[in-house]
């Protein structure tokens, strides 16, 4: 493992010094090809968002606590339970959703309109 780390370090190395240089990495018409790719075409644009009724209330109120930047330390605090009860709701709440991680969760958050950002609140 250690010779294919090293390795793997040697060809990174090589490659960013070439392109100090001012060499070209890649051969022009594969440069080209991932110019003009589109990184979100695939990226799921057109996907349905999550039905968020099949959250329980404490689902949502955690998914929407974390979605506003707190840690389960913090939001066991503000609900009176364990850090264990907030990571077993948020796992839970994940899971439904469909997303394998705390930042998709977030971005689930605010596609869906559970959490607006502050600079598009009219209540202000």
Sequence with gaps: MVDDVEAC?????????SVAAGNQLFAPAVARRLMEADPYKDAG??????DLS???????????????????????GLLTVSEATVKSHLSRAMTKLGVCSRAQAVVMAY?????VPRHC????
């Design 9 to 17: 370090a040697r060809i990174l190395a090589a490659a960013l010094h």
């Design 45 to 50: 644009g057109d996907r349905p968002l999550p």
């Design 54 to 76: 099949r959250l329980t209330p404490r689902e949502l109120e955690i998914l929407r606590l974390v979605a506003t930047g707190a840690d389960n330390c913090a939001i066991a």
């Design 111 to 115: 596609e869906t309109g559970l959490v």
């Design 121 to 124: 609140r009219t209540d202000h």
